[in-house]
């Protein structure tokens, strides 16, 4: 049974965030809301139940430009195709990232990384679960050069799990690396919503190719980071925020005059053609955080318990599973995590009477009160 090197890795990414949260805990770091933290963990879940039905078909397509047009015979026996290749793809990623900030369709899916008001290993979780339908053609060109499939899908599981650890909070500036590599300090900036984070810092492991191309900005000691995208998700419905953008995106593209500002709905930046930045003052800012009883919270925490361990279980089972239990599995992962959002909002608890769980005033993104 082949069995997805994600899937093996998952557990242990859930073991560093409750690792990640005990620390910053003894620290006295608001790094972490449980709310949140569920929520970017049921992200990951809709993200890898929809990558578990969407490879094969990505792989094939890699395979099938590979077989036809690859212009170079690469050996994956070579240490310099490797490494070539994880540059190639680390470069290919830059772009990719940095139309996903600048072309409202492509946005539309990789807000999802970004909702999250608070930066922690839970949030490197939060990954989208629309993207692999997008983002597959960008790196095509590595096909047609020559690097082989089995050489591409490693060097794009290093690319993804290397930046696993830069979201977090713990460690601070890191001299040198931060001028060569991504990490948690220029991350950070990354996911910030202040004018100086804006579509800066867009490597996958080099920083290198925002330093080269204009994108770079270090981390300012004298204001700090504040996360989260402008328009805020003020929610912990994960479906519902994997969508919300192309149905915002949808009834602007019907509302617009013609067909030409329609498409400039879908592929135009998301602040507009030639506009600025515009400034905001984030003094007060407050972070999204439903209050949760504490007399409920050992329920939804047995709940995401059991739904912890069957996604778990999906993903090391999901290669040998037909269509059918794919989509009945990935089916109840999703009834699963919504149900548990809407829990944690306030809305599914007998007590609640359907009304939303009022949100408590939350630290803002430097761990003092506004």
């Given amino acids: 049974m082949h069995v997805s090197p994600i899937a093996l890795a998952f557990p242990v990414f859930l073991f560093a965030i409750a690792v990640e949260a005990l620390y910053a805990h003894w620290r006295g770091s608001r790094s972490y809301a449980l709310p949140d933290a569920l929520t970017s963990i049921h992200f ?27 212009a170079f015979e690469l050996s994956a026996t070579d240490w310099r ?8 793809y680390d470069f290919c990623y830059y772009w990719v990232h940095r139309f996903g900030h600048q072309v409202n369709l492509v946005w539309a899916s990789h807000q999802v990384h970004h909702s999250s008001e608070y930066f922690n290993l839970s949030t490197a979780l939060r990954q989208t679960a629309t993207g692999s339908l ?36 713990q460690v601070g500036r890191l001299g040198w690396l931060d001028r060569v590599f991504v990490t948690p300090s220029n991350h950070r900036v990354h996911h910030g919503q202040n004018d100086y984070c804006i579509d800066r810092n867009y490597g996958g492991i080099l920083v290198v190719w925002d330093r080269l191309f204009g994108t770079f900005a270090e981390e ?30 949808f009834q602007a593209s019907r509302a617009a005059p013609s067909w030409r500002a329609a498409l400039a709905v879908w592929f135009g930046p998301p602040q507009g053609w030639n506009e600025p930045v515009p400034h905001e003052d984030f003094t007060g800012f407050q972070r999204y ?54 829990q944690l909002e306030g809305r599914w608890r007998p007590s609640a009477a359907g009304s939303p769980a009022k949100s408590t005033p939350s630290p803002t993104a430097n761990g003092e009160k506004p």
């Fill in 81 to 88: 195709v490797w490494v070539g290749a994880l540059l190639a």
């Fill in 289 to 342: 955080q439903p209050e949760v009883p504490r007399r409920v919270r050992p329920m939804i925490l047995l709940q995401a318990g059991v739904l912890m361990a069957a996604t778990v279980y999906y993903i090391l089972m999901a290669e040998s599973l037909s269509w059918t239990g794919r989509l009945l599995a990935g089916g109840f992962i999703l009834l699963g995590s919504v149900a548990i959002g809407a």
């Fill in 44 to 70: 990951g879940y809709l993200s890898e139940v929809e990558r578990t039905l969407a490879r094969l078909v990505v792989a094939a397509i890699y395979a099938a430009v590979y077989q036809r047009y690859h």
């Fill in 220 to 249: 300012r000691a004298e204001e700090p980071v504040v996360y989260g995208v402008r328009k805020r998700f003020r929610s912990l419905n994960p479906v519902w925020g994997n969508f919300i953008q192309y149905r915002e995106l």
């Fill in 134 to 169: 997008l983002k597959w053609p960008f790196y095509l060109g590595l096909a047609v050069i020559g690097v082989p499939p089995m050489v591409f899908a490693t060097v794009a599981l290093i690319d993804l799990l290397y930046q696993v650890w830069v979201h977090t909070e």
